[in-house]
Nanobody, 112 residues
Framework: QVQLVESGGGLVQPGGSLRLSCAVS????????MSWYRQIPGQEREWVAN????????QYADFVKGRFTIWRDSVKNILYLQMNRLQPEDTAMYYC?????WGQGTQVTVSS
């Protein structure tokens, strides 16, 4: 049984940083692409970033390019999202995804 558990969200001031983690347990197909999504209240859930298998470059949504970095620890089975220069419009619930599985989300709030 696959479980994805996000952590690392919280309240941060504009310009600040957070690092989100997604701990993966259970079976996922080898080389499964892992993703981060976010959902702003009143909007559709939107894709943020992907990291795939060996030889596949990470992909980023335009609104986070140059600010966010996705990577994974293949030993610990943890997916990360480093979020820098956060702005109020980044406020959202952030979710990790692998295959058809979703985590419960972690809230990121950017406010002064």
């Amino acid at each position: 049984q696959v479980q994805l558990v996000e952590s690392g969200g919280g309240l941060v001031q504009p310009g600040g940083s957070l690092r989100l983690s997604c701990a993966v347990s259970g079976f996922l197909p080898r080389y499964t692409t892992m993703s981060w999504y976010r959902q702003i209240p009143g909007q559709e859930r939107e894709w943020v970033a992907n990291i795939g298998s060996v030889g596949v470059d990470p992909q980023y949504a335009d609104f986070v390019k140059g600010r966010f970095t996705i990577w994974r620890d293949s030993v610990k089975n943890i997916l990360y999202l480093q979020m820098n220069r956060l702005q109020p419009e980044d406020t959202a619930m952030y979710y990790c995804r692998g295959f058809t599985y979703w985590g419960q989300g972690t809230q990121v709030t950017v406010s002064s």
